[in-house]
């Protein structure tokens, strides 16, 4: 399949993450801030903070980015999806892709390999929130196996109007009766 741009879904080479990816998923991710409501932070976080934040989770969730011909063209990562311990099993996923790059496939690859790694983990839960209207978002989770679980109206305040969140979920694996706490990621023998 070639996308708009003359790449091949198959010349996207993906790996883990590192806070050295930081500048480069920023960029990605900087326009997601300042021009839509696709995420619902308000400031740009510094090329610091942002490494913090993958610098915090590497090693246990996955962290991944998308590469075409040497630049960082998208990301994927998975976060706890609560902090109680009861929660353990569950996780929160986001992906994020530059905007030229947008219908290759490569969110979707980004996403495959991230549920691979998730489940070898023993995850059993992944969730994911879609503000609306977004029509492209909701359709590509559900393509991935999510289902709507629950919409929080007025949820959020962004660019002046009150937002609305739908809520998706993809049940990873079958919950075990007796559940043993994740892998981290560090210690999955990985290719």
Do not use: C
């Amino acid at each position: 399949m070639s996308s708009p741009l003359g790449l091949a879904a198959d010349s996207y080479t993906l790996r883990l993450a590192t806070p050295d990816d930081a500048a480069a998923m920023l960029a990605i991710y900087t326009p997601y801030i300042t021009d839509t409501t696709i995420t619902l932070e308000y400031e740009v976080p510094t090329t610091a903070e942002f490494a913090e934040r993958v610098r915090k989770l590497q090693g246990v969730l996955p962290w991944l980015v998308a590469e075409a011909e040497g630049q960082v063209v998208g990301y994927a990562y998975a976060a706890r999806h609560r902090e109680r311990a009861a929660y353990l099993w569950s996780v929160e996923t986001s992906v994020y892709v530059h905007i030229t790059h947008h219908g290759t496939g490569v969110a979707r690859r980004l996403y495959n390999w991230l549920f691979e790694l998730l489940q070898r983990q023993g995850y059993v839960n992944a969730y994911a929130g879609v503000i609306k209207p977004n029509p492209r978002s909701f359709a590509f989770h559900q393509s991935l196996g999510f289902e709507l679980i629950g919409t929080y109206e007025h949820v959020a305040y962004k660019f002046g109007k009150w937002q609305t969140s739908q809520w998706l979920a993809k049940q990873l694996q079958t919950p075990p009766l007796v559940p043993v706490p994740p892998t981290p990621l560090a210690e999955l023998q990985l290719p």
